[in-house]
């Protein structure tokens, strides 16, 4: 069996869009600092990378799925121009009030990589920036990974098994984790 690292897209490998609104062409996506060499530490430690993405304005009629592809193959071609790997992106295009199992906090989108990547959940993670992401990967069977844009001073972790800065600081936490034995490496 594999294993993997779930990441949400939008607050965790880029910079999101200004004011509840959405990436909706490629000039928009700004990849944060850390990432693509984050990327690069994951695969060098033979972890799956598999973004699961909510990506709401399919359903508004912001974008069209052929143009969200779009952004997703240039994406993957970044990450590939830095010497990295995305083995795969899901998106759910759903709005919020569809009952489809594939919408984060459901674990659709998870369950969906789990089978057809061979992947173990157990020794997977999900990171991501919001309670809905910590929420998918749980029910997945997934340990869990909170950025600091969702960190919440009454939640704390909001049940995330981790809390970090950034993505790159996420990815440092959990290689030190999986060399330091069960116990998770704190930060």
């Known amino acids: 069996m594999n294993k993997a690292v779930f990441l949400d897209r939008d607050g965790v490998i880029n910079r999101k869009a200004p004011g509840h609104d959405y990436i909706v062409d490629w000039r928009e996506f700004e ?3 850390g990432v693509l060499e984050a990327i690069r530490k994951l695969n060098q430690a033979a972890y799956r990378l598999i973004v699961v993405t909510n990506q709401r304005a399919v359903a508004k009629h912001k974008i069209t799925v ?13 990450v590939a121009r830095s010497g990295a790997v995305i083995d795969g992106i899901y998106f759910c295009p759903h709005d919020l009030e ?8 459901e674990p659709g989108m998870l369950l969906r990589a789990l089978k057809e990547f061979e992947i173990d959940p157990r020794q997977s993670w999900m990171i991501g920036d919001s309670t809905v992401d910590i929420e998918a990967g749980r029910r997945a ?12 001073e009454e939640g704390g972790a909001q049940g ?5 800065e950034d993505l790159y600081q996420a990815v440092e936490i959990i290689l ?9 490496v704190s930060l």
């Open 31 to 33: 990849i944060l600092p």
């Open 141 to 152: 069977g997934c340990r869990t990974a909170l950025i600091k844009a969702g960190w919440n």
């Open 66 to 78: 052929p143009e969200l592809e779009e952004i997703h193959q240039k994406l993957i071609a970044e």
């Open 98 to 105: 569809s009952k489809c199992g594939c919408r984060k906090p």
């Open 160 to 164: 995330a098994d981790i809390l970090a």
């Open 176 to 184: 030190k984790a999986r060399t330091a034995g069960p116990a998770l």
